[in-house]
């Protein structure tokens, strides 16, 4: 059981953090989501049987929901800063790198502005290039409604970047 799980937490462990991290825009938040979730995980393992597939959808749907539950609990922030350069020793190109960071920060904005499910089905459907059928499956949808909400948080989203110059 052990073996499994930490083949599990192996396997998983930076998709989910990801998701988490792209919900919350928060390292420490990101990283007690994905922990929670790991503990879930390990709890339910003695009462169902997981595959490797069906237990990256259910984590998936597991930290999306504790996601929603930390940002209720969380105070709306109205300002966004840029973050340092990570590569602070690189100076060849600045200008790009801060372009890049610019264009970063008003996406990161401009997704948290989404409502669920749209959200989580874009960060899932687009930046983490999943399958509308794992999406689909991670959020307990057909894939029909996958692709109907894809396609309306997509509008959305170019709606909120509409004016924004580069």
Same mark, same amino acid.
Request: include cysteine; charge should be neutral; glycine fraction near 2%.
């Given at each position: 059981?052990?073996?499994?799980? $930490?083949? *599990?937490?192996?396997?998983?462990? #930076? $998709?989910?953090?990801? #998701? =988490?991290?792209?919900? &919350? ?7 007690? =989501? /994905? ?9 339910? *393992? ?5 595959? /490797? ?10 930290? $999306? ?11 709306? /922030?109205?300002?966004?800063? %840029? +973050?340092?350069?990570?590569?602070? @020793? !690189?100076? !060849? #190109?600045?200008? !790009?790198?801060? *372009? ?20 989580? &089905?874009?960060?899932? =459907? ?7 059928? +794992? ?10 409604? =996958? ?5 309306? @948080?997509?509008?959305? %989203?170019? @709606?909120?970047?509409? @004016? /924004?110059?580069?």
């Amino acid at each position: 059981m052990k073996r499994l799980f $930490r083949t *599990m937490v192996d396997q998983h462990q #930076q $998709r989910i953090y990801s #998701q =988490a991290f792209y919900v &919350l825009s928060d390292r420490s938040d990101a990283e007690d =989501a /994905t922990q929670e979730a790991f503990e879930r995980l390990w709890s339910t *393992m003695h009462d169902k049987e997981f595959d /490797t597939e069906s237990a990256k959808a259910w984590l998936l749907h597991v930290v $999306r929901n504790i996601c929603i539950d930390k940002l209720r609990r969380r105070k709306p /922030t109205t300002d966004t800063e %840029l +973050d340092e350069f990570e590569n602070e @020793g !690189s100076h !060849s #190109q600045p200008v !790009s790198q801060l *372009m890049s960071k610019q264009v970063s920060s008003w996406l990161s904005t401009a997704i948290e502005k989404l409502k669920e499910p749209y959200r989580s &089905l874009i960060i899932l =459907a687009d930046l983490q290039q999943r399958s509308i059928k +794992d999406v689909a499956r991670s959020l307990d949808l057909n894939e029909n409604q =996958a692709k109907v909400y894809i396609h309306r @948080g997509r509008k959305q %989203l170019r @709606g909120f970047l509409q @004016g /924004t110059e580069l």
